[in-house]
């Protein structure tokens, strides 16, 4: 049977550019379909009517929510190719650990630090820096945060990246100067095909938050 | 086959490390207990999770795991035997992960925000943590537990909703699980307080309501208009 994969999304959703990179890394033939946040459609409250976000991977017409609760099914159903956990369970422990406290931590941080004025401002940019020198320090030397391969983790804070010309901006900071090891990673991962396919142009993330 | 050694940092009190006993306990893994009193965490506990500080921590043979969710799927991917905690299907494992972080991120913060409150305020937090519990029930709706037919993850990532509910409402005098309106919850509630191994577990009772009225006094103290 041909499987059929449909994902709903939004373009500059660093939470479904996750899965985007996730479906490409192993190949996975989809369709994808663009919402609008402002609109929701139809199909979107139908598939995940509980928090009514995309991203929304529909799989043979049944659906899965939460991007780091795709990659790990993506991962599960598509196992022959590219795994994107690490088999030995207490390496898959640490990647689950860490992907969840970027889902934790980064996405608040960051919004915050984009969205707030003065001194709530202020406060986010230091939290913002201390979250990201905790991630460098559990990068370390390695080339990706699982190690030698491109994995759940990275995939889960790579997104980000796309993101960063708008923290830049309105938070007047340079993430490179606090945080070079993190814009190194982040430049390693994108020389891979299914990150540079995936992460828009951050000019025109920015663009498209002033716009909207 | 090398000695196993595992070591659970555990409160006497938090639900989370709970899970992790429950999960332990049904696979019949021996396991050693490190008791914190997280008023005053001790060195250890701050070596094996520095990042969050906190319990649950499981040690295995000197290599340390944290945040409950992710111990209960360590648990079983490294003791194979079963109960299988999580099904074979990745739509159903999918799903059963769906609800368990619905359960941390929506339910419990809900069910915590009716009772930290009082009059106008608790009113007003009941509608949210009401709709999150018909979620509940309507996932319920035919099964005896959450993963199916035995308890599984996704009745391990809940199993605090039956001992805590029933101590927030006799703290706060008010009721927030109306069992006629959720019969199947209500129900499971029950079974999973009395079942083997489960049962044997909780913390002792009348300490959890001497705490629990505390928290709530104080943090309705901190709302106090002055």
């Known amino acids: 049977m041909v499987d059929e994969v449909v994902l709903l999304d939004l373009w500059a959703s660093m939470f479904g550019m996750r899965v985007r990179i996730a479906l490409a890394e192993k190949g996975v033939k989809y369709e994808y379909m663009e919402d609008d946040w402002r609109n929701k ?7 995940n009517p509980l928090h009514k976000k995309v991203p929304v991977l529909i799989h043979n017409g049944k659906p899965v929510c939460e991007s780091l609760i795709i990659v790990q099914y993506i991962d599960e159903v598509w196992k022959d190719k590219s795994p994107l956990l690490p088999s030995d369970p207490y390496q898959r422990a640490q990647a689950r650990f860490w ?29 913002f820096f201390e979250i990201f020198k905790i991630l460098e320090g559990e990068l370390g030397d390695k080339p990706y945060f699982g190690g030698e391969t491109f994995g759940f983790v990275d995939i889960a804070l790579v997104t980000f990246y796309s993101w960063f010309y708008v923290y830049e901006t309105f938070g007047k900071f340079s993430i490179e ?6 814009i190194a990673w982040a430049k390693r991962c994108m020389q891979k095909e299914s990150v540079a396919k995936t992460l828009p142009d951050q000019k025109k993330v920015l663009e498209s938050l002033l716009s909207s | 086959m090398m000695a196993e050694e595992v070591k659970l940092f555990r409160s006497w009190s938090s639900p989370f490390p709970l899970r992790v006993i429950w999960a332990l306990e049904l696979k019949g893994i021996p396991y050693e207990v490190i008791l914190e009193d ?10 094996y999770n520095p990042i969050h500080k906190k319990v649950p921590v499981l040690v295995h043979n000197g290599k340390s795991i944290a945040e409950s969710l992710v111990i209960l799927e360590y648990v079983e991917e490294t003791w194979k035997q079963t109960p299988s905690l999580l099904p074979e299907d990745p739509y159903e494992r999918a799903m059963e992960r769906f609800w368990a972080k619905f359960g941390d991120d929506k339910v419990l913060p809900s069910l915590w925000n009716v009772f930290i409150k009082q009059g106008k305020d608790q009113e ?27 308890i599984g993850f996704l009745d391990l990532a809940f199993g605090w909703l039956a001992n805590m509910v029933s101590v927030f409402e006799e703290v706060m005098g008010a009721t927030v699980l109306d069992n006629q309106k ?6 499971w509630m029950k079974n999973f307080m009395d079942a083997p191994i489960i049962k044997e577990s909780w913390p002792p009772r009348d300490k959890l309501i001497t705490k629990h009225q505390a928290l709530r006094q104080a943090h309705i103290e901190k709302e106090a208009p002055k």
């Open chain 1, 41 to 47: 459609s139809d199909l979107l409250l139908k598939m």
């Open chain 2, 38 to 47: 997280l008023s005053n965490k001790s060195s250890l506990l701050l070596h």
């Open chain 1, 177 to 182: 100067a606090e945080c070079p090891t993190i």
């Open chain 2, 124 to 150: 007003e937090a009941m509608v949210p943590a009401q709709e999150n519990l018909t979620y509940l029930e309507e996932l319920l709706r035919g099964k005896n537990f959450f993963s199916g037919e035995r």
């Open chain 2, 182 to 187: 959720l019969p199947s919850l209500s129900a």
């Open chain 1, 99 to 127: 992907a969840d406290f970027v889902d934790n931590k980064v996405y608040g941080v960051s919004r915050r630090v984009w969205a707030t004025k003065g001194e709530e401002q202020e406060a986010a940019k230091q939290e």
